[in-house]
């Protein structure tokens, strides 16, 4: 990071040290130091120095669909909080989702960028001369029935209680994954792994925080976020299914079989509802359709909406630079 | 601290518009070590936990190595002789001029 | 406890000698002098006016959040727009060290009782004006801001400084948006100067009338809680951003606007004040929007605040309940939390 706010608290400690040029030139440096954009935008690479070769007993093409599981599961979510954005309960929290949302988001650009070097035929063909990144052509000019996020990522956006909670049950699964992810044979794998588990228990502690606040508030509250967690009770069993890609990275030592994380998941949200004093729903699992789910591709109506609002000014300009 | 002397409290009593706010707090930060805890705002936060999330949240943004300090504002204890406020001299030993951290009469007008 | 109000100990015209002199100096007021109720109530207004914009800001950006045409063009705009909160944040901070909090002032903006920047009540009709509200609206809201780091309330100011250091990364990101289009194809180029037709005039607006039509700016130059006047802060802009326009291969729509070699400025049409007066009263395009926009998400997060002091409420009532040893509980906890911020700061 080089423009953290930490930089102003010294300034701001000296008073006055602000030079009236400072500000008045906004453009003195432009193109010569872009390293300023705007907070949050230019996380330091966490891939820098990072062996980036496939790992031997791995098929790069299951590589590829496994990152692009996890980059669909970060970014689809991401866009599903970001709708947030203005609309949060007060200031403090507008930004405090705004923050997870910049989180999920860094890592779905690692995570799609990983797949698509992994498999370069993964990535949609655009007119030749196209300035459109990798990452960007799998983001916007995919069809629905090719994300392979799960379906909670998906869902729409209910009130605040349905937001914690969603976040709570993401964040409590994705971690258990992440965690183990670490120790992943692929170095790039295991650095993004490393840099998601510290922004997720940041982001699960916020959850747990408000489950529990809203469980032990009003009445009002209580009441809202036990209609939450009842709506999306449905979509935890997806969570922990394994599909073959994933067990074949798993055996491979790349990845992570979700299944493996299903107790240690359940143990930790179980603990948090037992602080709420609330009992864990008890509704059965979405089913999917001929057995297919998210993970292949299969969605709710929710995704197609979605993405039609994503992708419509990047898919207005197939050639352009942003 | 007294519970009566508290923003949150104090405007509960207040009038319907403000009721139900967070109380406020002020934000310390270290940006790096060697350094002192520093002033940099205040926010607000319906408890000390909160207020410290939210902190870390605002004044932070986002994955800085810093330490954080919060605490109610109506906890401070001030003394500025220079700042000279005869409406709560008698009692001048709060932050800010802050007519939220004194309890007012709802019957008392243009309060 | 009571509030003993007891002027008679104070000598009012010391205190307002006191007052004058400090701001003669050009030194700072701070929250815990006494004040001009009316340099107090000004200064309400001002800050919330200015923290609303902030707030309301958010919107008409915030409306293509999800349409950015990148990941990293949605990263920025996301922490651009989630960076006006931030600001708006600051600012209702500084009006509470005048006595007014944010709930009430948040009440008068969604009665309508208090306004915002008007810039805000004109719409986003495309991603491209996210460039243009960077380069222009941003670019118009330092040249109003960067004298307020130097306002005589003291608050105000700093708030100002946080304020002003960020503001300068939004204008060159906007500007550098508009530049990467102007690199690319046609249609991003044809799209840019359509957006900028549209933001012209509306930023020249920002500064407010004509001066000879602004009744507060003289008291609130004496006191130092303005520094320059709309007039010369407009051409100030006009001036600026020609040059700019230039680089990027944009026009501005005015055929009045041409250097003027004698006044060492550039000579501009006059925008149209009908407008701006209809748009400050009310009949926006977005204004009934915006307001209500804002009405909805604080109405709607009405139930979540209430419930959060609750949950504060019956915490310490259960803490105060459980033993005597309340106390080292509350200590245990400070540290936890001090210890949670520096851990997962890293």
Redesign the interface.
Known sequence: ?T???????????AGAN?E?G???N??SG??VN?A??????D?EDPLAGVDTTVPSGVDPKDLAAYCLMLGDDA?VFS?RI??W????????????L??I???L??Q??LL?ARSAAADPSLVPQLPEGS???D??RL??FREDLAFRNVRLAEVPNG??AEAVAKILIYSTWRLAIFERLQSSRDSVLSAIAVKGV?EM??HR??AG?WV???A???E??KT?LLTALEGLWPLWGELFETHPVEASVAAAGIGVDPAEVADEAGVILDQVFAAAGIERPERGALAGVRGERGRDGLHTEALSKMLA??Q???R??P???? | MSAETSPGSAAAGKTPATRGEWPLYEVFVRGKRGLNHVHVGSLHAADDQMAIHHARDVYTRRNEGVSLWVVRSSSITASSPDEKDPMFAPSGDKVYRHPTFYDIPADVPHM | MTTQINENQFDATELEAQFAATIKAKDRIEPRDWMPEKYRKTLVRQVAQHAHSEIIGMQPEGNWISRAPSLRRKAILLAKVQDEAGHGLYLYSAAETLGATRNELTEKLIAGKQKYSSIFNYPTLAYTDVGTIGWLVDGAAICNQVPLCRTSFGPYGRAMIRVCKEESFHQRQGYELLMTMMRGTEEQRASVQESVNRFWWPSLMMFGPPDDDSPNTEQSMEWGIKTHTNDELRQKFVDMSVPQAEALGVTFPDDGLKWNEERGHYDFSTPDWDEFWAVVKGNGPCNEQRVAHRKRAWDEGAWVREAALAFAENTAADAADTDTAADTDTANTADTTNTTAEETAK
């Open positions: 990071m423009n953290e706010p930490s930089i102003h608290v010294d300034h701001d400690e602000i009236h400072d500000h008045e906004a453009y432009l193109l872009d300023h954009w705007a907070f949050g935008t996380f970014l866009q970001s709708e954005c203005s609309s949060a309960p007060d200031l403090e929290e507008d930004i405090a705004a923050n949302a910049l989180d988001l860094g779905s650009r799609l300035p459109v990144p990452e960007d983001a916007f009130d605040f510290k228990s940041y502690d916020f925080r529990l606040t809203l032990r508030g009003t009002e509250s809202r609002d994503m419509v000014v990047a207005q300009y050639e352009g630079q942003w």
